[in-house]
């Protein structure tokens, strides 16, 4: 069985973010770079077909060179093999844009399931992994917690509210994972892992290696821009209220009624 | 037949032979079973390792540590004086008239009579008292999972022992009786015990004495031999092990752990995960023990009911290296053929996990207490790290929360994965610079991870920064650019992520050409100062309680401000035992004016660790009767203290959390001894 994962290299969660100077992107100097988390679940569900069936595991991603490093990263937790599609002219593309690409270069890689984190943690679109489903028309099984393949069948469990959701597909399909780090535990590297993963098969392709040409993809070809960026606002310090039950209850109401003018 | 007449001396010299060559087999088996090890250089530095053998061998410096120590400095004495007799009896056994007197003269044999007689005496009475103790008091160290094995072997030693010196005393005192058949060969005044011991013999004919003289001297002889042969087989196999392993003893600082090379690609295995991955010198440290339980004793995991006790780990060790050992050496030999059934389990059995279970190997805190009370010098620290980073490095195997832990660092260098680049926002509105605006100063002020983003360790910092302004010292940090040392990371075992953590850290304070440092946290300070030359940082490294007890002693740093408090102080592991710094966190103290210092029963060299050492702190501690760091608050609260006083933000937070636990955390409180000199300088408002 061939497994493909869809990885996106991503900011650390705890990154310190700072808006670029266009006010449409980030400073992206001075970020650790790690594996998109559900991302992670989906390396980790695979690899445990690996290790029950025998799974042979690619890893796929677009992005910089970076991004080598957490490809290197999965395979040191035992993925087989790397593909990377770097090349500037993908810059700025759309999540379809994204998805194109990523559907381009899974027709050079035999598959029988695809898997991804139903979402990125940085800009949180929800839709590669279903557009790259659409694109190649196979089934696209969103949100799974658990993951079983028998017979030619891919078996998933979503919760849903108050209870869990089973659903199934034939192969050829596209998996994306939910959960969270307790649900799926992605293993630590070894350090003989680490060691081999430097010297597992890693290509990277460009896009006119995927038969595609710089028009159908990147800023030019996106249906959705990112117009403004802007920081939250950040937290007001809480007041405390003092003094005696009656004079404290009289000066929250006055201040919910004059300065939070809620009341 | 009459022992030293012919044919008799002929027996003796082919049982004396056999019974050497018995010893000799065993004893080649053994050193070859230690060179299956890997190997390791202890062959430096002869003369201080030949002093070494003098005072803590002989001079039994560690055994009398502890007032049972004087039990074994009398039965080794004793061994050894009355070893120095048997020499003679065994040239009786050559030639009948063969005498110490008539070759050493009468003076020198007449005090070592003495001293055989008072020795042998004292030895029974160390007798006494050992069957006392492992019989009737059975103290807790002495105790083992499968006691009864022990107690018989235990046995076997106290009575092959005692039996023996009744047959010399009884050899001696018809030696006397026949002696008056002849005088002038016997020394009534010094081998006095000997002569009231032969009253019972006086009425007996010189053929009847001969006759019970063979007896005793077979049965001493015989005994001494027998003994020699069991020796290798039993516990006693320590009095072989023993000094040979002061001897390769450590000289390197304890908190040194071994460095891995990870650059060479032919390595296929790192840490220890079979007995052969240790080196000679860590599997003569099992042969070296004694099981006198000191180690055990002192382990806070092992006292609060985890499933660790160095005793156990040793002499499970040992078991398995000698059954082990025996087999691969026979194995070797072989070639050919199937282990036998038995041996194919003991061959295949798992040294992590089967022989060492995991949960002891994690329980460890790495406080040293077992290293610096065993005396006979067995180096346990670096035999759990080595297991563990077989399980991390190689099985990716340790509690789960250990995983987070050691993203964080990896993400961010700090344990609590809080974003790397706001480690210098502390001293935002400090008066302190960083190196990169002023890199011509004198110290850098390497703040930690504690320090720079735990609540409580900022505090610390806050003071510390206080008082280095104060006494005027010329000190720079190196802000969002400071990096972990990895101290936990490899001290949980992993050995690849603290390296490549120590290699970055390294470059950087060696980039800015710094060459002394002061820290705030005793793991920090014993990394830098002890493993980072493995990286190429050598730099003068001060623990903060060592660097103000300089400023106080010239006069930098006056307290003047009263603090009329009870406290007590608590040695942190890695400060004391590790470093040896004792004084300078109580000269701090005592220089306050008004603070009342009580110490508490384990203090100094037995202090006994908070629990969060060697990564405890990063993990859940759910085994045992106890957490440690409760149990430390408790013996702390004995003292009806007011400040609990400490020096590592380790220490701070698991006390802090102990009193909360006791619910007194209102009414004692914890402070770093940085804290306490800041109050008390303060001039008052």
Redesign the interface.
């Known amino acids: 069985m061939d497994v493909v994962v869809l990885l996106k290299q991503v900011p650390d969660t705890e990154t310190v973010i700072k808006i670029g100077p266009d006010g449409k992107s980030i400073v992206t100097n001075d970020i650790k770079w790690v594996i998109n988390p559900y991302d992670e679940y989906a390396v980790e569900a695979a690899l445990r077909l690996k290790d029950s069936q025998g799974a042979h595991v690619t890893i796929l991603s677009l992005g910089p060179q970076r991004a080598i490093e957490s490809i290197r990263s999965a395979l040191a937790m035992g993925a087989d093999q790397g593909v990377l599609v770097d090349d500037p002219a993908t810059e700025g593309s759309d999540a379809l844009g994204k998805a194109r690409i990523l559907a381009a270069a899974l027709k050079g890689i035999p598959f029988d399931l695809i898997v991804g984190g139903h979402r990125a943690v940085d800009d949180d679109e929800n839709q590669v992994g279903i557009m790259v489903a659409e694109l190649l028309a196979v089934p696209h099984l969103a949100l799974a917690v658990a993951l079983t393949v028998e017979n030619g069948q891919v078996r998933i469990d979503r919760p849903i509210e108050g209870a869990k959701l089973t659903l199934e597909a034939p192969l050829p399909a596209m998996v994306t994972f939910g959960g969270a780090h307790a649900v799926w535990n992605p293993r630590y590297a070894s350090l003989p892992g680490i060691m081999k993963a430097k010297k597992k098969p890693l290509e990277v392709k460009k896009l006119a290696d995927l038969g595609l040409t710089p028009d159908q993809v990147g800023a030019a070809a996106a249906k959705v821009k990112v117009s403004v960026l802007e920081m939250p606002t950040p937290r007001q310090a809480g007041v405390k209220v003092e003094g005696d039950t009656a004079g404290k209850a009289r000066e929250l109401v006055r201040l919910l009624h004059e300065e939070a003018k809620v009341i | 037949m009459q022992p030293g007449h012919f044919p008799a001396n002929l027996l003796f010299v082919l049982v004396f032979a056999a019974a050497l060559g018995l010893f000799y087999l065993t004893a080649r088996k053994l050193c070859r079973i230690l060179l299956l090890g890997q190997p390791e250089d202890r062959f430096d530095q002869l003369g201080r390792r030949l002093w070494g053998v003098l005072t803590f061998v002989l001079g039994q410096r560690r055994v009398v540590r502890e007032p049972s120590g004087w039990g074994h400095f009398f039965i080794f004495w004793g061994f050894i004086i009355i070893t120095i007799g048997s020499l003679e009896t065994f040239g009786v056994g050559l030639y009948h008239g063969f005498a110490y007197w008539k070759i050493l003269g009468k003076p020198f044999t007449a005090v070592l009579y003495l001293l055989q007689d008072l020795l042998c005496a004292g030895v029974l009475i160390a007798l006494y008292y050992a069957i006392q103790r492992r019989y009737v008091e059975r103290p807790e160290r002495l105790r083992f999972r499968d006691q009864e094995a022990h107690d018989q072997e235990a046995g076997i030693i106290i009575g092959m022992i005692l039996v023996l010196i009744v047959l010399l005393f009884g050899a001696r005192a018809v030696e006397y009786r026949l002696a008056q058949v002849e005088p002038g060969q016997y020394f009534p005044l010094t081998a006095f015990i000997s002569v009231i011991l032969s009253v019972p013999f006086a009425w007996l004919s010189e053929p009847h004495l001969l006759e019970w003289f063979s007896f005793f001297w077979c049965g001493h002889t015989l005994l001494i031999l027998g003994f020699l042969v069991y020796i290798p087989f039993s516990k006693h196999l320590h009095i072989l092990g023993a000094i040979p392993n002061v001897f390769f003893r450590r000289f390197r600082p304890i908190g040194e752990l071994t460095k891995l090379n990870?650059e060479d690609?032919s390595v296929?295995?790192?840490g220890v995960s079979k007995i052969e991955e240790f080196t000679w010198k860590q599997n003569l440290d099992l042969y070296a023990c004694t099981e006198c339980g000191r180690c055990s004793d002192n382990c806070p995991a092992n006292l609060t009911g985890k499933p660790l006790s160095p005793k156990e780990t040793i002499h499970n060790l040992k078991k398995h290296v000698l059954a082990k050992g025996k087999l691969l050496l026979e194995q070797g030999e072989a070639k050919e053929g199937q282990p036998a059934e038995g041996a194919a389990a003991e061959l295949s059995k798992a040294l992590v996990g089967e022989v060492c279970l995991n949960d002891e190997i994690w329980s460890c805190t790495t406080c040293g207490n077992c290293m610096e009370h065993c005396p006979v010098f067995i180096e346990h620290i670096q035999k759990y790290v080595d297991m563990r980073r077989y399980l991390v490095?190689?099985?990716?195997n340790?509690p789960?929360e250990v995983?987070t832990v050691?993203r964080n660092w990896e993400?961010?260098s700090n344990p609590w994965?809080?974003?790397?680049?706001?480690r210098g926002d502390w001293a935002k509105g400090l008066e302190v610079k960083t190196l990169a605006e002023n890199p011509e100063v004198e110290y850098l002020f390497y703040v930690g991870c504690t320090g720079s983003f735990d609540e409580r360790g900022k505090k610390v910092t806050n003071a510390m920064i206080k008082l280095l302004n104060q006494a005027g010292v010329s000190f720079g940090i190196l802000g969002a650019e400071e990096k972990c040392c990895g101290e936990t990371a490899r001290r949980i075992g992993n050995e690849?992520l603290f390296q490549s953590m120590a290699t970055e850290l390294a470059e950087t304070i060696n980039g800015y050409g710094v060459k002394k440092i002061i820290t705030t946290c005793p793991h920090g300070y014993n990394c830098l100062k002890n493993e980072y030359p493995q990286f190429g940082g050598n730099w003068e490294v001060y623990h903060h309680t060592e660097f103000l007890a300089k400023l106080l002693k010239e006069g930098r740093l006056k307290p003047q401000r009263r603090l009329d408090k009870r406290l007590t102080f608590h040695d942190s592991c890695y400060l004391g035992r590790y470093n040896d710094l004792y004084e300078e966190p109580r000269s701090l103290l005592t220089s306050i004016p008004g603070l009342r210092l009580s110490e508490m029963e384990r203090h100094r060299n037995k202090s006994f660790c908070c629990g969060a050492g060697g990564g405890r702190m990063w993990m859940e501690e759910t085994l045992g009767v106890q957490k440690i760091n409760e149990a430390r608050t408790d013996q702390a609260l004995a003292l009806d203290p007011e400040i609990i006083a400490v020096s590592c933000p380790f220490c701070t937070i698991m006390f802090e959390d102990g009193l909360k636990a006791r619910e007194k955390e209102e009414t004692v409180k914890v402070y770093d001894i940085a804290e306490l000199l800041a109050q008390a300088l303060e001039t008052e408002k």
């Open positions: 990870l690609e296929e295995t790192y490095l190689m099985e990716s340790f789960p995983q050691l993400t961010n994965g809080i974003a790397f680049a706001t690849y």
